[in-house]
């Protein structure tokens, strides 16, 4: 199925305006969704029903209020609404070129991409071009939906990400969480290292990686479909008090060695006067997650997203 754009916009480099079209980048529509169901297997219907009367209140007869004091609201019309959303520009303004590294992710909000629309091809490759050997990204304001957005346009080998960002006010503070910073050894933190190294990779494959906790709700699905008993798997008990307390020094140790179950019975003798660490570890509760192989897999095909 082709692409369909959601919105056309005009991006402002500079003196030079760029038209282009504005596309999601992420969709969840693949996700498993149940619906509720009555006694006698048939779906339910959701009602809106009055406060005050009790009785039912149909959508196209509802208002939207906003609730300045307890119980107290001013209230919009859908008309009024659909009126201050008209005022949202179609201009997307570019503000500042920042390095592509300067915003810390967890401000990122809802992807997006943007192509040229026409007459845009020339002037949207020139930013891309551009913006990829500077090693900057664009950081822009857009006005909708009520609410002034901040974007980062970034390149991409095969175009630009217009990445929504959140505000600060959206983003909670490491601080608020006060986090005690403990000192750690130097033979530690070599091990540490190690155990990184290990496992290094240069880069995120997304394909290598499958949402198992799907694969299994899509298996049991097609049992139920079939008409078998599904096999259900008891977790793990947790144990009290986040689990056995065992020496850090061992298990970095043991980890490098690729000796899962090693047994932190006594921690071993040391010359040296450096200080033992221990560090609570939880009980294993289910595999880790696991990488995609690269034979393919027959997933089960009787279950279709919903509209």
Not at 79 to 94: F, Q, T
Not at 138 to 160: C, F, M, N
Not at 228 to 251: F, N
Request: glycine letters at 6%; one cysteine or more; aromatic letters at 6%.
């Amino acid at each position: 199925m082709a692409a369909r754009s959601i919105a056309s916009l005009s991006l402002s480099f500079g003196l030079v305006s760029i038209p282009v079209k504005l596309y999601t980048a992420t969709e969840s529509s693949s996700d498993v969704r149940f619906h509720m169901l009555a006694p006698d297997g048939s779906r339910v219907k959701q009602q809106y029903v009055s406060e005050k009367t009790g009785e039912v209140v149909e959508r196209s007869s509802m208002n939207k209020g906003y609730e300045f004091e307890k119980d107290k609201f001013v209230v919009f019309t859908g008309d009024e609404l659909k009126a201050l959303e008209e005022g949202a520009s179609h201009v997307v303004e570019i503000l500042a070129f920042i390095p592509e590294k300067a915003i810390d992710p967890v401000y990122y909000d809802k992807a997006y991409y943007i192509a040229p629309d026409k007459r845009g091809g020339k002037p949207y490759s020139l930013l891309q071009q551009a913006l990829a050997k500077s090693g900057r990204c664009a950081l822009a304001q857009w006005a909708s939906k009520g609410k002034t957005r901040i974007v980062q346009v970034r390149p991409e080998e095969d175009g630009l990400v217009f990445q929504q960002l959140l505000y600060a006010d959206e983003v909670r503070s490491l601080k608020e969480l006060n986090i005690e910073h403990v000192q750690v050894s130097e033979t530690e933190m070599k091990l540490a290292l190690q155990i990184i190294e290990q496992g290094a990779e240069d880069h995120y494959e997304p394909a290598a990686y499958e949402d198992e906790e799907k694969k299994r709700i899509l298996a049991a699905i097609d049992e139920k479909i079939e008409g078998k008993q599904v096999v259900t798997h008891e977790p793990a008990e947790a144990t009290a008090g986040g689990g056995q307390v065992i020496d850090l020094m061992e298990a970095l140790r043991a980890s490098l060695k690729g000796d899962a179950k090693a047994k932190p019975a006594s921690a071993p003798k040391r010359k040296s006067a450096e200080p033992v660490t221990e560090i609570p570890v939880a009980p294993k509760t289910r595999k880790p997650a696991t990488r995609a192989t690269k034979t393919p897999t027959e997933a089960p095909a009787k279950v279709r997203a919903h509209k």
